[in-house]
């Protein structure tokens, strides 16, 4: 897979705990795995189904879950956007008719609920967006051919994040361009293109390059154009706190650069008190000497205000590691906050 290139950090950044992955002896039961309906969602299920299978010996059986949000049509704002992908999993896990569940992280709400724990972050996929638009071409090019033509470009995306990032550098560049909101799956929205109801649409490239479509991308949207979501690009593998063994199974998966880098990014969303839907964009990514920089933002979806801040700060890699990355990003949201971040992002999730 396309992954962008490690960030230094200085420990056995494949390992939690220093433990070694080591392969556990064969198992009768299956081990059940909650899963949502979608294409991305059994593949990814279905890589984190192999390595368990390899780490324990124990079969995995995929359990397919119907969410709140695969079944409604409605914008993810208007429904409230937050756990919709994910309640039905936790609920499954907690009634034990699954014993760990996939997440897309940057699905996750920041609050887990009592009684599960986040087993494992896998190492993050390439974190940023892309565009998949006709012709293949880039944004600035589908653009000017599109306005040499008298024509606005029209570019699908289901997320207000990226709205506000494309409409803030359409207003920066004077350019011609319309944001469109859309909803489906990842076939159903390339779709769009390839029938010519939009010129382009704006998707992750952790999704398609996880569904073997990378090659379908025009243009990766880089840092300077568009920050991702919060935790886009990672995994988030869930269990009971009840199921100790399991637990420490699944843990060989963490990869820890990767855990502490989206805390941070968490941590700035949970202090914003924003929804998964809300125009916020946070990246985390590692320097040289275990700094780590937070970028923020916050922005309207039309793009007339964006707020971009950014936050430096060491890690010292020991076992609160993860609550270090967490003040980076309360630090940064307050900053944001005091900027008028707050009115922005319309109602809070409280």
Known sequence: MNRQPSHEYHRDDHLMN???ITEQPPATAALRLGTRRSALAMAQSGMVAREVTRLTGRPVELVEITTYGDTSREALAQIGGTGVFVSALRDALLEGRIDFAVHSLKDLPTAAPAGLVLAAVPEREDTRDALVAAEGLA????????????????????????????NAWATARGAQLETVAIRGNVDTRIGYVTAGELDAVVLATAGLNRLGRGAEISQHLDPELMIPAPGQGALAIECTTANADLTVALSALDHAPTRVAVAAERA???????????????????????ELRLDGVVGNPDGSALLKMSANGPIVLDETAEQQAAALGRALAD??????????????AR
Not at 271 to 288: F, I, K, M, Y
Not at 341 to 347: C, H, P, T, V, Y
């Open 18 to 20: 220093g433990q070694p």
């Open 139 to 166: 944004l600035d090019e589908l653009v000017e051919k599109l306005a040499g033509a008298g024509r606005t470009a029209r570019i699908g995306t289901g997320s207000p994040r990226r709205m506000a990032q494309l």
């Open 268 to 290: 700035l969303l949970a202090t914003l008190e924003a929804g998964c839907s809300a125009p916020v964009a946070a990246l985390a990514t590692w320097g040289r000497e275990n």
């Open 335 to 348: 900053r944001l906050l005091g900027a008028g971040a707050d009115a922005l992002m319309g109602e809070r």
